[in-house]
């Protein structure tokens, strides 16, 4: 899944508060990446895998599925010519949304949420927003954006109503490099706010630290660390929108050890300052 609107490093280089919808042939990334919006992603035909937050997740055509793209990301496996849509929400817009609190906190925590039943009207109704989208027409293209809002906020409730039909399909059979990240990328998820360093997460994950690196590296794209740094920020970014508790101790809690660190590598990565996003955001 490739498009001019990520960075050689993954991360995204249009506005961040822009929304977004455009078609693709899906493809398995070559790196995982990373921004800062709501993906809303509808595959048109085929099936695709997708690891995210820990976790193989596999999609099928017809069913909306949503997740916070701060969150590192990659599809894996794709089947040939897979038409897939993606929907870029600003994040701005999703904390702006009518929509359960767990259930919002819960998503930016790392949910995969994924339609529990197909609709038979998904298909025509999102292909019909790329079309309309494409002759930018700016009222239109409000109105897309206002339908998509409404879309998502159904799409989180049957979810909720149904999670047990929404439960992902057993995962395919991949290769060692795979599960080493798997295993890598749950253990960052559930010890991210520990001081951890590469040799920490090899011997927890019981692989050799060089074999780890390598093994992220085949398969995301990126390093052990590298991961863990982009993690640490997007459980950042959801403690600042979410929450009034101080940068410092937002920046303690999510493993950066200091407040001028979490400053420094903040600005580096998104070109603002905790302060500044969380005041983008609406909040003091």
Known sequence: MTDDHFSRSGE???SPRSFLIERHTADAMSAAHWHDHVEINLLLDGAMTYLFNGRQERVEAGR??????????????????????????????FL?????????????????????????????????????WDRGDPVRRQLIADEAKLRV?????????????????????VSPAIRHSEVLTDLI??????PLNLVDLGRRANVHPTTANRAFRD???????????????????????????????IALDCGFGSSSRFYDIFKQRTGTTPRQFRLSLGKP
């Open 153 to 173: 906020r159904r799409l989180i409730l049957d979810h909720a109503d149904d999670r047990g039909s929404s439960a992902t399909a057993a995962a395919t059979p």
């Open 219 to 249: 398969v995301l794209g990126i390093s052990v660390m590298e991961y863990l740094t982009r993690y640490r920020l997007a459980r950042a970014m959801q403690r600042l929108a979410e929450t009034e508790d101080s940068i410092l101790e």
């Open 12 to 14: 995204w280089a249009g």
């Open 64 to 93: 909306l599925v949503l997740f916070w793209a701060a969150i590192p990301h990659q599809t894996i496996l794709v089947t040939p010519e897979a038409p897939l849509i993606c929907v870029y929400l600003p994040l701005v817009d």
């Open 96 to 132: 702006a949304l009518s929509i359960d609190k767990k259930a919002r906190q819960a998503i930016m925590q790392g949910a995969f949420v994924v339609e529990p039943r197909r609709r038979e009207t998904t298909p025509a109704t999102v292909s019909a927003w790329v079309e309309e």
């Open 189 to 194: 998820n559930r010890h991210f706010s520990e």
